[in-house]
């Protein structure tokens, strides 16, 4: 099958290790596999907050990890929603081919409101699963590496896929989910990793500070390591990160650590993810911003040129091009 990749991520941070066993890795190999757009969703940014924040330091950011990991830009395109003007235009035929009571009902979009801090929840909070049709369908992606919460989204661009091709003829494919196959990994503190938690360990910091956040991670008092995910999660948290990094299994490990306890598996875990970490971090520090941001100006010039060609078939399909 011959297929198109296309995934992306919100420029709010810094990527993790959550983000590079969940899918980054994924990455790294489907790019000699497949043609692959990676999409900096920088419009996506303000779907729960109020302002862009610290936008173009975050997308540096992620330019520099993207690259430190070996996304290579002769095979991807790296691009970004705002850059883009074509694929942002599809929003609105694709908008038409739903309904208000559907936009209401996407799980993800509940969970987000829930979460937010925000006063009023606005529009592109409940329009922009339609949006992201539009990044995966201005260049007709057929394979989207995303984890779970995702999925609605995904069923949503299939419904705009087939909503289009019904009334205007066959022009979309119908994209497929990819779920990483990799152990969900948790933050230091058992919860959920993420940045704004401050228990995740990003590509980016340094050996000290990797250190110190696995030295404050929960642990139990029990001193024989064993892997037990039901009765001891925080413990087998920190196994699977480590055995990740080592390319060992976690039971493997905790027989290892045996009776050396917390402190001896922190040790490990510390070393595992530093060594592991160490090219990345290297890489990251050689590449210049300048360097980072020619190779996201060339991503948007080839994005754009693909994003043309579907809103001009789009436009056809509908008879909206004068002749
Ligand atoms: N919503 C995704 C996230 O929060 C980011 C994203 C935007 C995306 N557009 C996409 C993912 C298109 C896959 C395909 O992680």
Same mark, same amino acid.
């Given at each position: 099958?011959?297929?198109?990749v296309?995934?992306?991520?919100? *420029? ?9 066993f ?14 692959m ?13 109020d302002r862009p ?11 520099? /990890?993207? =690259?430190?990991?070996?996304?290579? *830009? ?6 970004q929603?705002s ?9 609105l $035929?694709? =908008?038409?081919? !739903?309904?208000? %009571? ?9 969970d ?17 699963? !339609?949006h992201q049709? %539009?990044?995966? #369908?201005?260049?007709?992606g057929t394979? &989207? *590496?995303?984890?779970?919460?995702q ?5 949503l ?9 019904? +009334? ?6 119908? *994209?497929?989910?990819?779920?990483g196959?990799?152990? #969900?990994?948790?933050?230091l ?7 704004s ?8 910091a340094?050996?000290?500070?990797t %250190?110190?956040?696995?030295?404050k991670?929960?642990?139990?008092s029990?001193? #024989?390591?064993t892997?037990?995910?039901? +009765?001891? $999660?925080?413990?087998?948290n ?6 990740l ?7 493997d490990?905790? /027989?290892?650590?045996g009776?050396?306890? %917390?402190?001896?598996?922190?040790r &490990? !875990? ?8 160490r090219p990345?971090r +290297? ?11 020619? !190779?996201?100006a060339?991503?948007n ?10 809103l ?7 008879a909206?091009t004068?002749?």
């Amino acid at each position: 099958m011959n297929h198109v990749v296309l995934t992306g991520d919100r *420029p709010t941070g810094p990527l993790h290790l959550g983000h590079y066993f969940g899918t980054l890795a994924n990455r790294v190999a489907l790019q000699d596999v497949h043609p692959m757009y990676v999409l900096i969703a920088d419009y996506q940014v303000i779907t729960d907050r109020d302002r862009p924040g610290e936008i173009q330091r975050n997308i540096t950011g992620l330019l520099l /990890d993207y =690259l430190a990991i070996g996304l290579d *830009p002769a095979k991807v395109t790296i691009f970004q929603h705002s850059a883009v003007p074509e694929l942002n235009q599809l929003l609105l $035929p694709f =908008l038409s081919l !739903v309904s208000v %009571a559907e936009l209401g009902r996407n799980p993800t979009v509940k969970d987000e409101i829930a979460h937010s801090k925000q006063q009023a929840v606005n529009g592109l909070m409940f329009t922009y699963p !339609v949006h992201q049709a %539009a990044d995966i #369908l201005f260049c007709k992606g057929t394979l &989207v *590496p995303v984890g779970k919460d995702q999925l609605p989204h995904l069923e949503l661009t299939r419904l705009v896929a087939r909503r289009f091709n019904e +009334r205007y003829g066959p022009v979309f494919p119908l *994209p497929e989910a990819m779920m990483g196959a990799r152990p #969900l990994l948790n933050g230091l503190d058992g919860g959920k990793m993420s940045k704004s938690r401050g228990n995740a360990i990003t590509l980016s910091a340094t050996e000290d500070e990797t %250190a110190a956040l696995i030295r404050k991670a929960r642990t139990d008092s029990e001193r #024989l390591v064993t892997f037990d995910e039901t +009765r001891r $999660p925080e413990v087998a948290n920190l196994l699977t990160l480590a055995a990740l990094c080592l390319g060992r299994t976690p039971q493997d490990l905790a /027989d290892e650590i045996g009776h050396g306890g %917390a402190a001896t598996l922190k040790r &490990v !875990v510390t070393e595992a993810v530093n060594e592991f970490l160490r090219p990345i971090r +290297r890489r990251r520090s050689e590449i210049g911003e300048a360097e980072a941001r020619a !190779v996201l100006a060339a991503g948007n010039e080839r994005a754009r040129e693909r994003a043309v060609l579907t809103l001009d078939e789009v436009r056809g399909a509908m008879a909206m091009t004068a002749a």
